[in-house]
């Protein structure tokens, strides 16, 4: 059996009201809901939206989860 897909949920949870996205994990609500029900492809394609999501509230001032190593910051 394959393990579940990891909610990227930071215990962080403060919504932006412009964007309607989590400032912790920049999930939507219905997201954040849905996620333990969600099929495992609607989660993926999900989690593929994040990092342009993180970029976006990043560029804004709202993010406020943790920022993503990258193999250039852990040199």
């Known amino acids: 059996m394959k393990p579940a897909v990891a909610s990227p949920c930071v215990d ?3 919504m ?3 964007t309607g996205w989590c400032c912790g994990c920049a999930r939507r ?3 954040i809901a849905g996620w333990g029900g969600a099929p495992e492809a609607v989660q993926r394609h999900i989690l593929d939206q994040l ?3 993180r970029v976006e ?3 804004h001032g709202l993010w406020l989860g943790p ?3 990258t ?3 852990d040199r």
């Open 12 to 14: 962080v949870c403060e």
């Open 16 to 18: 932006d009201a412009a």
């Open 29 to 31: 609500l219905d997201e």
């Open 51 to 53: 990092p342009e999501r």
């Open 57 to 59: 509230m990043h560029r």
């Open 67 to 69: 920022w993503p190593q």
């Open 71 to 73: 193999e250039e910051q």
